[in-house]
T-cell receptor, first 114, second 113 residues
Framework: GENVEQHPSTLSVQEGDSAVIKCTYS??????FPWYKQELGKRPQLIID?????GEKKDQRIAVTLNKTAKHFSLHITETQPEDSAVYFC?????????????FGGGTRLMVKP | EPEVTQTPSHQVTQMGQEVILRCVPI?????FYWYRQILGQKVEFLVS????????KSEIFDDQFSVERPDGSNFTLKIRSTKLEDSAMYFC???????????FGSGTRLTVV
């Protein structure tokens, strides 16, 4: 089955700096890669996603890049703000007609210091 | 914005007891999922449900677990005989399509004592 590794497990940055979180996956059939933000005690919330036919996607201060050959994808947050502090999870899936099982990485706790 | 609703938000149960966790997916969604998250750990897939049957399940989803869509709106997860290690946050999710992102509910924190 799919295995997703995520690094680093914790990341501390100064407000205004950039943050980069990296994930690798094992199943070459995976074709969908979402990123979720989870604040303490809350539900995971989708912040950005990318499909395997695209190499990069950007949405304001966040961007995701995908390297299919190397089987890795990354989340980039620019101009970080204290409210970006949360746990971020990457995930991967190879959808089929019956659904879309996500395999999550271990999470990165991002702390943005004011 | 439509939401996935889960009840209860917190359930405490004695080891060996049965629990039913309830979810109301977004109304026009066709695909339903249960995930769990042990405190401080990653989110783990349990089961997906489509067209009134289980489409995929993980190794975690053993004979103690079952899911049901008893009517047009509810989607339930039953744990027949709870164990201490079942203590976790259980998230329900739904999606309109079999691909792409989906919406998670706010979760049920299950504590087995």
């Amino acid at each position: 089955g799919e295995n997703v590794e995520q690094h680093p497990s914790t990341l501390s940055v100064q407000e205004g700096d950039s943050a980069v979180i990296k994930c690798t996956y094992s199943d070459s059939a995976s074709n969908y890669f979402p990123w979720y933000k989870q604040e303490l005690g809350k539900r995971p919330q989708l912040i950005i996603d990318i499909r395997s036919n695209v190499g990069e996607k950007k949405d304001q201060r966040i961007a995701v890049t995908l390297n299919k050959t190397a089987k890795h994808f990354s989340l980039h947050i620019t101009e970080t703000q204290p409210e970006d502090s949360a746990v971020y999870f990457c995930a991967a899936s190879a959808h089929n007609n019956a659904g879309n099982m996500l395999t999550f990485g271990g999470g990165t706790r991002l702390m943005v210091k004011p | 914005e439509p939401e996935v609703t889960q009840t209860p938000s917190h359930q405490v149960t004695q080891m060996g007891q049965e629990v039913i966790l309830r979810c109301v997916p977004i109304s026009n969604h066709l695909y339903f999922y249960w995930y769990r998250q042990i405190l401080g750990q990653k989110v783990e897939f349990l089961v997906s449900f489509y067209n009134n049957e289980i489409s995929e399940k993980s190794e975690i989803f053993d004979d103690q677990f079952s899911v049901e869509r008893p009517d047009g709106s509810n989607f339930t997860l039953k744990i027949r005989s709870t164990k201490l290690e079942d203590s976790a946050m259980y998230f329900c999710a739904s999606s309109a399509q079999g691909e792409g992102g989906y919406t998670f509910g706010s979760g049920t924190r299950l504590t087995v004592v």
